[in-house]
């Protein structure tokens, strides 16, 4: 599910992380969306259990290099490590 703080969208450091806690539905996975910009939003928002992911708009456009940099910081945090869960496999 796609969470959009469309309030804060556009808005540097905007995301309002209680929107996750609000969302009434904790075993659907989340992506969050709107006003995030910078890593350690993206590793606070990371650390949320059912947030899967986080995806960043314009923001990524005004600064050079910075898909790479964002990367760079955020491999040296320490992040929750991946889960994925298919039922494809066992169905084969």
């Given at each position: ?36 910009s910078d890593s350690s939003q993206m590793a606070e928002l990371l650390q949320m ?21 964002l990367k760079e910081e955020l491999a ?17």
């Open positions: 599910m796609l969470l959009i703080d469309w309030k804060h969208e556009g808005f540097q450091g905007g995301f309002e992380p209680r929107l996750v806690g609000a969302f009434p539905l904790s075993d659907v996975p989340l992506i969050v969306f709107g006003g995030i259990k059912n947030v899967s992911a986080v995806a960043v708009g314009n923001f990524l456009n005004y600064r050079e290099h910075t898909i790479q940099k040296a945090m320490p992040l929750r490590p991946p889960v994925y869960e298919s039922t494809y496999l066992a169905n084969v």
